[in-house]
């Protein structure tokens, strides 16, 4: 059941206060998807929780642990939807001075997880992991060492000891944020032939060409893009067409767009930058940016900002791939550190760091826009969440 735009914002909500109510046993009759969130753990979090969603009706059952870990901030899912792994944000792994990764077997009757093994990060503090879109490697984004690696997968899911470092050098013009590398995020490109890896610290985009079964960084000469200094790009996300990417600018609050040439792993100068809050991204702190998805339609942008709590919407031109702003959203509760969107389309899930909610949104697939479905959820510290098909 969709909720028409005729319904008040009250009864939806009761309607799905009284869904939310009945037995998870009836629940999973409808809901063809898990959704796994991960936190920062302490008072409220014990590590990964995993809930149901209904990509017809847009409900999201009440998450429950499936295990505990330390600050399993950041998710990724093996392209058969049988293992989940996730970035251990530390700086300590037993007796190295780096993060973990960990990887898990899913239960796909009660979502449950199983550990299969960890491995040292390459570095310090892993923020950020994506699997190569062949399910042969992990890459993951240190971003207290400024490093990014790649470590193989095995048959079983479960993650080899061999491994690539790349360590980036260098630094920019925030005294305070950018006297070193801090590599934020790190994935495939959609030919599976290049990473590209943001730096935050560097105010730079770098390009890998990667050897998944071996698995092997190589640096890209060639392949490099720059944001404006003080920017500090932090995540990016490609077009549908994989011939340009978005990337969401952490102080700076813009996104800006590059092409992307994937035959030789090369984006092009930066060629529009947005800002995602009213008036000049640099005039809004405290405001910062955290994540940005590109919609499967290929025709809505969005990201999320944090002091002003929202998300911002954009359109995007198929001529040329510019954006223009639809309308700011509010998240619903504060810190929206990651948002995502449902296989569908139709569904947008806030995950909000500071008031311990995920709030779920619909998505008019028409105009991009956003309405509040009047689910909120409680979850410790949420600050990333992945779907899983059933």
């Known amino acids: 059941m969709v909720f028409e735009r005729s319904f008040s914002s009250g009864l939806a909500v009761s309607i799905f206060a009284i869904l939310m109510t009945l037995p998870l046993s009836l629940q999973a009759e409808t809901t063809p998807w898990l959704v796994y969130f991960g936190t920062y753990t302490g008072q409220t979090s014990r590590g990964i929780y995993s809930a149901r969603f209904d990509t017809d009706t847009g409900l999201l059952s009440q998450p429950q642990l499936a295990i505990e870990s330390r600050n399993p901030s950041f998710l990724a899912v093996h392209p058969t939807g049988r293992f989940l792994y996730a970035a251990g944000e530390v700086g300590e792994f037993g007796d190295r001075h780096e993060g973990s990764v960990t990887a898990y077997a899913i239960s796909l009757g009660n979502g449950g997880l199983s550990l299969l093994n960890d491995q040292p990060s390459g570095g310090t503090y892993p923020c950020h992991l994506s699997m190569d879109r062949k399910g042969r490697c992990l890459l993951v984004a240190n971003y207290g060492s400024g490093s990014v690696a790649a470590l193989g997968v095995e048959r079983n899911g479960k993650l080899s000891n061999i491994r690539s470092i790349a360590q980036h050098h260098g630094s920019s013009v925030n005294p305070q944020r950018q006297t070193g590398p801090h590599a934020h995020f790190i994935t495939m490109d959609l030919d599976n032939h290049f990473a590209l890896a943001c730096d935050l610290g560097l105010d730079r985009v770098l390009v890998y060409s990667l050897k998944p079964g071996t698995p092997t960084l190589t640096p890209n000469q060639t392949g490099a893009a720059s944001a404006a200094p003080g920017a500090g790009p932090r995540h990016l996300a490609f077009h549908p067409s994989g011939k340009r990417f978005y990337v969401v600018n952490e102080m700076g609050c813009t996104v800006s767009r590059f092409d992307y040439d994937p035959r030789q792993g090369v984006p092009s100068r930066e060629l529009q930058s947005i800002s995602t809050v009213p008036g000049t991204g640099g005039s809004n702190a405290p405001n910062s940016c955290a994540e940005i998805q590109v919609h499967p339609s290929g025709k809505f942008l969005y990201a999320s900002n944090r002091g002003q709590d929202s998300i911002v919407a954009f359109s995007i031109d198929p001529a040329n791939g510019n954006l223009a702003l639809i309308d700011y959203f509010p998240s619903g509760g504060k810190t929206p550190r ?48 992945v779907f899983v098909k059933l």
Do not use: Y
């Open 338 to 385: 990651h948002f995502t969107l449902d296989p569908s389309g139709k569904w947008l899930i806030a995950e909000n760091q500071d008031s311990d909610t995920v709030v779920v949104f619909q998505v008019d697939t028409s105009t991009g826009r956003l309405r509040p479905t009047g689910q909120v959820v409680s979850i410790g510290k949420p600050v990333c969440a």
